[in-house]
């Protein structure tokens, strides 16, 4: 079964404003991570986050992970209009396994 | 360096004609993966290598799926009797030494089934 879920599916905005995307998860991890995908091409990494982190920072992007709730947050402060893409999280399932992708959540930014 | 290449970004070929996707790592890493993205949708996990070797098939949808691994580096997904279903985008990533490292994407392989 899927191992990250996003939510919401989709999310518009307006240039500025801040967009926040939710991941849960059901299962232990070593690490969760953050995609992104312009165009239905390839994904590009954003962010790491360990197990034992709670919170993590880059640029314009702040992550939360919380292990109690099986639940990871993606915030991006002050959006732009290039921001509009599709972001996934993925999962490990706490060993050596592949991650495990979401079906991700679709953000657009109106400038 | 250079990234994840894949060749060819677009095919399209009949219902019934066998395919060949390619994917090149990045030199060095040891995991490669395969995905299947249908328009819209998230990422099907399709097969994972470790080196030249397989440990998890578990993603492959038909036994019309098939990939192989050599020398370590270079990958190739072949579909045989390809279906309309089968129409998707195909994408490669690559990472270092263990499956949880962060995973570098190739720009994928347009496939459509007519």
């Known amino acids: 079964s899927q191992q990250g879920e996003e939510d919401p599916q989709a999310l518009s905005i307006q240039e500025g404003e801040n967009a926040t995307m939710n991941c849960s998860y059901k299962?232990?991890?070593?690490?969760l991570q953050w995609y992104r995908q312009n165009s239905g091409r390839g994904l590009v990494h954003l962010i790491l986050?360990?197990?034992?982190?709670r919170e993590k920072h880059s640029g314009r992007l702040r992550v939360t992970l919380d292990t109690s709730k099986k639940s990871s947050s993606l915030l991006i402060t002050a959006s732009r209009a290039a921001d509009t893409a599709s972001y996934f999280c993925a999962t490990d399932g706490g060993g050596n396994t592949p991650l495990v992708f979401g079906k991700g959540t679709r953000l657009s930014v109106i400038a | 360096g250079a990234g994840v290449s894949q060749s060819p970004s677009n095919k399209v070929t009949e219902k019934g004609k066998d395919v060949e996707l390619r994917c090149d790592p990045i030199?060095?890493?040891?995991?490669l993966y395969w995905y299947r993205q249908s328009l819209g949708q998230g990422l099907e996990f399709l097969i994972y290598?470790?080196?030249?070797?397989?440990?998890?098939k578990s993603g492959l949808p038909s036994d019309r799926f098939s990939a192989e691994r050599t020398g370590g580096s270079v990958s190739t997904l072949t579909i045989q009797r390809t279906q309309q279903e089968d129409s998707a985008v195909y994408l490669c990533?690559?990472?270092?030494?263990?499956?949880?490292?962060?995973?570098?994407f190739g720009p994928g392989t347009r496939l459509t089934v007519l």
């Open positions: 290598f470790q080196g030249n070797s397989a440990p998890d």
């Open positions: 030199s060095g890493h040891t995991a």
């Open positions: 299962t232990s991890i070593n690490n």
């Open positions: 990533a690559s990472s270092g030494r263990w499956s949880t490292d962060t995973q570098y």
């Open positions: 986050i360990r197990s034992n982190e």
